[in-house]
């Protein structure tokens, strides 16, 4: 064998050694690519079973709400609906009716519960003054409220769908 020989075999040699370290090292990064890719498919998957809950979570709410509002609406009726029975029913009762109520109290546990009120004040410090006699009960109506206030229009409607 002559030398130009012998170096163009250790030129082809070294060559392929080359080839061979480059297509190993090809071949462990195309592996893990395909894991890669392999958990990103996995990944989208779940996003996509969790889209999917979501989605049936919001209907359900949505569908939870509507029923809500339905039945709060059915009960706001019905309470308007007593309120002005009441109020017909106090506006034609008896006049004697709505004067002065006296409670029935008896007077030895009158006299019990104003022993008790002054031995309280007392431990205190605060000065006992004699008990008075219960005032008489009136009925009046009641002072108006936010809420009455708030019942006064019709009850707001929720729209469903994006409105502009």
Known sequence: MSLVALTMNLLLASLLAAALALGWRLNRRLKGLRDSHDSFAVAVRELN???QRAEQGLADLRAATDEAVDTLADRI?????????????????PAQGREAVQPQVDPAQERKLGALLAAAREGRGTPARPVASPEPLVLRPPPRSLEDDLFEEPPLRLQQGGGR
């Not at 009726?77 to 009762?93: F, N, P, Q, V």
């Open 77 to 93: 009726e019905k309470g308007r609906a007593l309120a002005a029975k009441l109020e017909r029913l106090i506006a034609h009762a």
């Open 49 to 51: 079973a969790a889209a």
